[in-house]
């Protein structure tokens, strides 16, 4: 089943809150999801009615503009991927006991800044964001970054991404659910930076669920992800 997005004021892309812009995209079959949101919060008059998700991540900065704050010290081989000062993402839990339950967090992480990075860079084939994705999910987040470029929309604020769990279901396969604060998240209209902002609501909150593989490289690749706004389980 395939969710319409459109910008509003949500992060949602519904690219006001963080985009507000809702897009969503049909995975596969069984059908993922993927839906842009702008930050934030709320669902007024003119944006109840409107879906927005987002997936947050961020990349390697060639924009000039981009005074870049950069992520976590990556691993040799992954590609630096850097974010404006107004853009960040905090994650919980960050790192586990488990060492491939570990990795798959921290790649995790990577992919949620490499698709920021490209909705900032307004380049839906960033090479750091192609990097972290495979597949339905490669698509899945070109669409996703495209629907901003779209429109003409960036995201600023803050994301918070917890209860972040991994289950490994083989040597190269695993799958991740963890839910994502946009209260603090916007989108931005990249003409005239105006910031699209709305109130909190329960649709602040998304749960996400994601499948990942290891490729030959070591990196734990997206292939397939969902997204449900407003899930019982993420609110605060």
């Known amino acids: 089943m395939a969710v319409l997005m459109t910008p509003s004021s949500h992060r949602e892309l519904s690219v006001n809150r963080r985009p507000t812009l809702l897009v969503a995209i049909t995975l596969t079959a069984a059908a993922a999801a993927l839906s842009l ?3 934030g919060g709320g669902d ?20 000039k503009s981009a005074s870049p704050s950069a992520s976590a010290e990556a691993a040799a081989g992954r590609p630096k991927i850097e974010l404006p000062s107004d853009v960040t993402h905090s994650f919980v839990p960050e790192k586990s006991d488990d060492a491939v339950k570990n990795a798959v967090l921290k790649d995790n992480a990577e992919l949620v800044r490499a698709l920021d990075a ?12 192609e ?25 600023t604020g803050d994301v918070r991404y917890f209860d972040r769990q991994v289950t490994v279901s083989s040597k190269n396969a695993a799958s991740l659910t963890y839910c994502a604060d946009e209260s603090k998240a916007y989108s931005k209209v990249i003409k005239t930076e105006e910031i699209k902002k709305t109130k909190v609501t329960k649709r ?3 749960a996400y669920g994601v499948q990942v593989e290891k490729n030959d490289e070591g990196v734990w690749e997206l292939m397939k992800i969902s997204s449900t706004r407003g899930a019982d389980r993420c609110q605060p």
């Open 37 to 39: 949101s702008a930050c």
């Open 44 to 63: 007024s008059s003119k944006d109840q009615g409107k879906d927005n998700d987002k997936i947050a991540g961020a990349d390697t900065g060639t924009e």
């Open 118 to 129: 490209a909705i900032v860079a307004q380049n839906p084939r960033l090479p750091s964001l």
């Open 131 to 155: 990097f972290y994705t495979e597949g339905e999910g490669a698509v899945a987040a070109q669409k996703w970054v495209k629907a901003f470029s779209d429109v003409g929309w960036t995201v």
């Open 204 to 206: 602040s909150y998304v």
